[in-house]
């Protein structure tokens, strides 16, 4: 292969890195495409929010046209808030308090952020074509095959497919993730039901982990403020983007043991829901209502894995971003910043050696000796903050669930 300067890029997966890096090169004038496996733009609910840190804004803001990253925090909920960490019943056992300011950290709804990351990149995104393997040839230099018999040929390839990530083991072979024995069901439930909300006025801008006394299981929610609506904010900034609807709602998830959700359960949403509403019987009768009434197509089952450091990069103008690289438990919320970080630098270094000339290898491997080490450091941090949080190491739980809740008052009385 000759050394290249001037380049195209393919990227795979149109999640929030792939989408991000797309948005950056094409503001740059670097000729791009996304390739998505999923047979449309909104075919899943991803009907979640995140939390995004000062990387994942920085990372947005770094790449988006001015009025889509307005909308991005326009259509945000308020800024800071806590994390709650409580016992089953609902009783305090010490709380994370966040910064109040609007660039430290901000709660987005998913489905919102991604129609924002999809703006102005329609005829750049090609839906139904799964990656399966990546070869040499073509006069780019790259070609990237897919399930349909089709290729496409590009200078660059970016594996940004996730966890399960089709391009892994050429681009970084022998570091497959490594499963963990945790698990989550997610679900979405409205926030305002029979005229009230049913997050009382104590918890409205708490995230909140209620650890059950037996180790290996705890339920987590928080509610989703729509700053503005995205159906006002979306015509003014961002008029020709689909606009989510926008009500507000309250995200959770049961965190089980893998073993606790039978292979016949996973895929079938109503099992699911129903499991989740099994294993979360002994909680608070908060709990249980949010479960109870659950959208049932966002129900979504995600088995915890943990990412392995890349040993070897096997093609020199290839790489990968996010998930497929370093995935992490959710705890800390770190999985998707680190993602949109990803993205950020490795936009920059793209855009950088287009302008400066140099070779676009080097600009890859300066992208990935980079980003090991800050996503590795996340990856070790969210396992350290599982195995505390839910393994059997007896002493942190008891405190936790145990002796901490009662110095607290009761935050929120059972009716
Ligand atoms: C319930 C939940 C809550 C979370 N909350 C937070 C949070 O608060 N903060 C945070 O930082 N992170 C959070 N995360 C983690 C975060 O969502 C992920 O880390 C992030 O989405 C990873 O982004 P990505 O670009 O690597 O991959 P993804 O966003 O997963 O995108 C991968 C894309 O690749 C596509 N794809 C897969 N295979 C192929 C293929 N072979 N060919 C073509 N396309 C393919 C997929 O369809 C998908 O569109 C949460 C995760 C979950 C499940």
Redesign the pocket.
């Given at each position: 292969m000759s050394i290249s300067t001037d380049f195209s890029v393919a990227i795979?997966?149109?999640?929030?890195?792939?989408l991000c890096l797309a948005q950056q090169l094409v503001r740059a004038g670097i000729d791009v495409h996304v390739?998505?496996?999923?047979p449309g733009p909104f075919v899943r609910r991803q009907g979640?929010?995140?939390?995004?840190?000062r990387y994942?804004l920085e990372a947005l803001r770094a790449s988006l046209p001015r009025p889509l990253y307005r909308l991005a925090l326009a259509t945000g909920d308020e800024p800071g808030g806590h994390l709650r960490f409580t016992d089953s019943r609902l009783r305090d056992a010490f709380t994370i308090n966040f910064k109040d300011e609007p660039y430290a950290t901000r709660q987005v709804d998913?489905l919102t952020l991604r129609s924002i990351l999809m703006s102005g990149l329609e005829e750049r995104i090609h839906y139904g074509?799964?990656?399966?393997a990546l070869e040499d040839g073509g006069p780019a230099g790259l070609r990237l095959r897919f399930s349909d018999g089709r290729s496409a040929e590009a200078t660059v390839v970016v594996g940004?497919?996730?966890?399960?990530?089709?391009?892994r083991e050429q681009i970084m072979p022998g570091a497959d993730p490594e499963n963990s024995p945790m698990a989550?069901i997610?679900g979405r439930s409205p926030l305002r039901q029979d005229g009230a909300s049913v997050i009382p006025e104590a918890l409205r801008t708490s995230g909140v982990l209620a650890l059950a006394d037996e180790p290996g299981r705890a339920f987590f929610f928080t509610s989703m403020r729509f700053g503005e609506s995205p159906r006002d904010a979306f015509p003014r900034l961002a008029p020709d983007s689909y606009a989510p609807t926008g009500d507000d709602y309250v995200?959770w998830?049961l965190l089980l043991r893998q073993e606790e959700v039978p292979m016949g359960v996973r895929g079938d949403l109503l099992a699911m829901r129903e499991l989740a509403a099994r294993r979360s019987a002994d909680f608070h009768p908060l709990v249980r209502r949010l479960v109870d009434t659950a959208e049932l197509d966002a129900t979504?089952l995600?088995l915890f894995a943990t990412g392995r450091r890349p040993r070897q990069w096997a093609v020199p103008r290839a790489t990968m971003?996010?998930?497929?690289v370093h995935?992490?438990p959710?705890f800390g919320?770190?999985?998707?910043?680190?993602?949109l970080r990803d993205a950020a630098l490795l936009g920059r270094r793209l855009v950088e050696a287009r302008a400066n000339g140099t070779p676009v290898e080097e600009a890859i491997a300066g992208y990935q000796d980079e980003m090991v080490p800050y996503a590795f450091r996340a990856v070790d941090t969210a396992a350290r903050l599982m195995r505390r949080l839910t393994g059997g190491a007896a002493a942190p739980h008891w405190v936790l669930t145990r002796v901490l809740p009662r110095l607290h008052p009761v935050t929120v009385p059972e009716a």
């Open positions: 795979v997966g149109a999640g929030l890195s792939g390739y998505e496996r999923d979640y929010r995140i939390i995004l840190d994942g998913r074509k799964a990656a399966v940004a497919d996730g966890v399960g990530s089709a391009l989550g997610y995200m998830g979504v995600n971003m996010g998930d497929a995935v992490m959710p919320a770190h999985g998707g910043n680190t993602a």
